[in-house]
């Protein structure tokens, strides 16, 4: 697979779980390939701009036959990284970290949930989706010892830069945080920032002006 050297953009990162998305349940359904004109109506996305999507990544498809719906879904989850198995600890354990450590598609996209992490002292101790949650306190040493990848910060607004920082140079790869606060990139560490209610709005916003 050989990646254009032009950077790619952000918005066509965006639109590859949403391929993969469609992939994934083309394939569950037995479909051998998919040409870009049956994909695009799927995506609601053009043909051609599924063509220049895929050309950043070496092309995959075949003129005249489409793509291969097994080769294509296995190439995305390269490029996703869903292959590497990528340990995961959560930082906060009120109701959304609750929701998520049970939320079986972590599992499902190869996500490992190895830790969960609070400074509440009656929650310390309990389990959520079979493990036990421990002391924020020791999440830096954790994490660096279980070479841990990626943080789900699922804090109040007012403790997530400090916890952030905090973690920053324990050998985290990034946070996504979920925490109501637009936290920027910090020691290379990589941020998706997660705002709940944005789609909703969204949703709103359509009504309100039909």
């Known amino acids: 697979m050989d990646i254009n050297e032009k950077k790619v953009p952000e918005v066509v990162v965006r639109r590859l779980p949403r391929y993969y998305r469609y992939l994934d349940e083309l394939d569950r359904e037995g479909k051998m390939r998919i040409s870009s004109t049956a994909l695009s109506k799927k995506m609601g996305v053009t043909a051609s701009q599924i063509r220049q999507d895929f050309n950043y990544f070496g092309g995959f498809g075949q003129q005249g036959y489409g793509y291969n719906v097994?080769?294509?879904?296995?190439?995305?989850?390269?490029?996703?990284?869903?292959?590497?198995?990528y340990k995961v600890v959560i930082i906060g354990a009120g109701n959304l970290g609750h929701a998520i450590a049970n939320y079986g598609g972590l599992k499902k996209r190869g996500f490992k949930l190895c830790g969960i992490f609070d400074s509440d002292k009656e929650k310390i101790g309990q389990k959520v989706g079979g493990i036990e949650i421990s002391d924020i306190s020791g999440a830096r040493e954790f994490i660096a010892e279980n070479n841990v990848d990626i943080a789900?910060?699922?804090?109040p607004k007012n403790e997530t830069e400090k916890v952030a920082e905090m973690l920053a140079d324990s050998g985290i790869k990034g946070f996504w945080n979920f925490s109501y606060t637009e936290l920027k990139s910090i020691d290379s560490v990589f941020v998706e920032n997660v705002h709940l209610t944005d789609s909703l709005m969204t949703l709103s916003f359509k009504i309100n002006q039909r």
Do not use: Y
């Open 70 to 85: 097994k080769h294509l879904l296995t190439e995305l989850k390269k490029l996703l990284g869903i292959t590497k198995g």
């Open 152 to 155: 789900i910060l699922t804090l």
